[in-house]
């Protein structure tokens, strides 16, 4: 394989096709072409975010009901600007996981799930949220959980803490034990970093106490605070 910034457009698509051929038939049904296009795809306000890849996909009546037919389009820009900032870029790896990512949104969308799209969607918001941007501050709860109510998002992982009545540490469970973080009474969403868990990569979110006046008559814009702290066990009852 070519250093990470000599894959030229012709070499990409050569390599893009082998992989597609490498899929089994009936998994690939209703998708009617893997598209190859030269330009990059960029964030529409995050510089440094590209889209790799797409599943553009239209429902066709016919006379068993709606056929779901997709392309799935792969930019060849936006691989190399990766490319650029990553001297270890795997051209191979990214296309086999592009293509396999855009298949399942064509299948989801012929069974008319949308799990992948909410974890698209959640990681969106999450680029923002890192970028310093508007988010929504609810995007972790469409990543699934696991039997911890842990969410994982690429390399990073979520928690929701849980204030009891008037008490000023936020709880949540880690690997079967319970932990908590001293926070602020305070009525925005709190996004909590914690120090000494999953090497630094764990944030807990702890959402605001609100009033039953504010629950019935709406809330005010959402107010955020971004905190770093120590997580403590809980002492086992």
């Not at 974890?119 to 696991?146: E, K, M, S, V």
């Not at 540490?169 to 996004?191: E, H, Q």
């Not at 914690?194 to 609100?210: C, D, F, K, M, Y």
Request: glycine letters at 8%; aromatic letters at 10%.
């Amino acid at each position: 394989m070519p250093a990470a910034t000599e894959l030229g457009l012709n070499d990409f698509e050569a390599v893009a096709v082998q992989l597609w051929r490498r899929i089994p038939e009936e998994l690939k049904a209703g998708v009617e072409a893997l598209v190859i296009e030269e330009e990059e795809l960029g964030h529409p306000t995050l510089s440094g975010v590209y889209t790799l890849g797409e599943c553009v996909t239209e429902s066709w009546p016919s006379g068993y009901g709606d056929d779901m037919r997709s392309e799935l389009v792969l930019y060849y820009g936006s691989f190399l600007a990766l490319s650029f900032e990553d001297d270890a870029f795997e051209w191979e790896e990214e296309i086999w996981e592009t293509i396999t990512h855009e298949l399942l949104h064509h299948r989801e969308a012929a069974a008319g799930q949308s799990a992948l799209d909410d974890i698209d969607w959640a990681t969106d918001q999450n680029f923002l949220r890192l970028a310093g941007r508007p988010f929504d501050p609810a995007f972790y709860r469409a990543i699934p959980a696991d039997s911890d109510g842990i969410l994982r998002l690429d390399s990073e992982t979520f928690a929701e803490g849980a204030l009891e009545s008037e008490s000023s540490t936020a709880i949540f469970t880690w690997r079967g034990r319970g932990f908590g973080v001293r926070v602020p009474a305070a009525s925005a969403t709190l996004f909590v970093g914690v120090r000494n868990l999953a090497g630094g990569r764990l944030t807990v979110v702890v959402p605001p106490r609100t009033s039953l006046f504010r629950r019935i008559f709406g809330r005010r814009a959402v107010d955020l605070r971004v905190l770093s702290r120590r997580a403590l066990p809980v002492p086992r009852s």
